[in-house]
């Protein structure tokens, strides 16, 4: 599986922007799909993630009420829509793919198979 993910940039406190990942081959709808992000001098975060089949979904607590997640499995894309963004939110933004169904796994990085090259996301204050 090859992910690409987009729709990063520069943003103001407060304005909203959704990241797309696409995903090539026709078994994307065999993984649930994650999104993490790392901002300099820090490590790569938990950020939301959802099922195979869009039904279950789990956040950090850090974005719980601001971002969404949801996926179109015919169009072979997960979507990440970040509303009320923050500086703290400013970070390189990746897609990943895990053959793992239990939300418990969600956050684990270490769980994905396949990641995206990354998306920058910038908020200025």
């Known amino acids: 599986v090859q992910l690409q993910a987009s729709g990063g940039g520069l943003v103001q406190a407060g304005d909203s922007l959704r990241l797309s990942c696409a995903a090539s081959?026709?078994?994307?709808?065999?993984?649930?799909t994650g999104w993490f992000r790392q901002a300099p001098g820090k490590e790569r975060e938990f950020v939301a993630a959802?099922?195979?089949?869009?039904?279950?979904?789990s956040f950090a607590d850090s974005v719980k009420g601001r971002f969404t997640i949801s996926r179109d499995n015919a169009k072979n894309t997960v979507y990440l829509q970040m509303n009320s963004l923050q500086p703290d939110d400013t970070a390189v933004y990746y897609c990943?793919?895990?053959?793992?169904?239990?939300?418990?796994?969600?956050?684990?990085?270490?769980?994905?198979?396949?990641w995206g090259q990354g998306t920058l996301v910038t908020v200025s204050s």
């Open positions: 081959g026709r078994t994307f709808g065999s993984y649930a």
């Open positions: 959802i099922s195979r089949s869009g039904d279950t979904t």
């Open positions: 990943a793919v895990t053959v793992y169904s239990a939300p418990y796994y969600y956050t684990d990085r270490k769980k994905y198979s396949y």
